[in-house]
């Protein structure tokens, strides 16, 4: 992913997350504005791209949003009851939905020719998972097995 697609898609996941933090308290609110907001992405994806808007796969990429909305929504239903957890489930929730929106975006507008993959839980299972492994790939201390490994002191007797 080019780095200026990389900075865009922060810089609207966090606007995402901000929305969804403060508009938590009213239900249904923040997936009112959250939805123009992942709409305007794809947009500005399509453009950076120099992609027409008529070849963006508009109706996966609808699936993606709605029923992600659909989701955060039910979310914000059952975490949203818990004073500090709703807050922070909601922002979470906002900022992986516009995360895999944005990466099935990017891999539809790469190869315009082929047609768009399939929406499905595997293919957000898939790119669940890969961002996980790449996130946590570069964070990995070599040693730690090593320091995992030693015995424990045993306590002295007194």
Do not use: C
């Amino acid at each position: 992913m080019e780095p200026k697609i990389r900075r865009m898609i922060n810089k609207y996941s966090a606007v995402a997350a901000v929305t969804s933090f403060v508009t938590q308290p009213i239900p249904g609110a923040d997936e009112l504005i959250v939805v123009p907001i992942h709409y305007h992405l794809s947009v500005s994806m399509a453009r950076h791209r120099g992609a027409s808007l008529l070849a963006v796969p508009w109706i996966p990429v609808s699936k993606i949003i709605w029923g992600g909305a659909g989701v955060r929504l039910f979310a914000n239903f059952t975490l949203g009851l818990v004073p500090v957890a709703g807050l922070f489930s909601n922002a979470i929730t906002a900022v992986a939905l516009t995360e895999l929106l944005a990466r099935y975006l990017d891999g539809a507008l790469r190869a315009p020719a082929s047609p768009p993959p399939a929406v499905s839980l595997k293919t957000i299972k898939d790119a669940l998972e890969s961002s996980l492994r790449a996130w946590r790939a570069p964070r990995r201390w070599p040693g730690i097995r090593r320091v995992l490994r030693r015995a424990a002191p045993a306590p002295a007797s007194a």
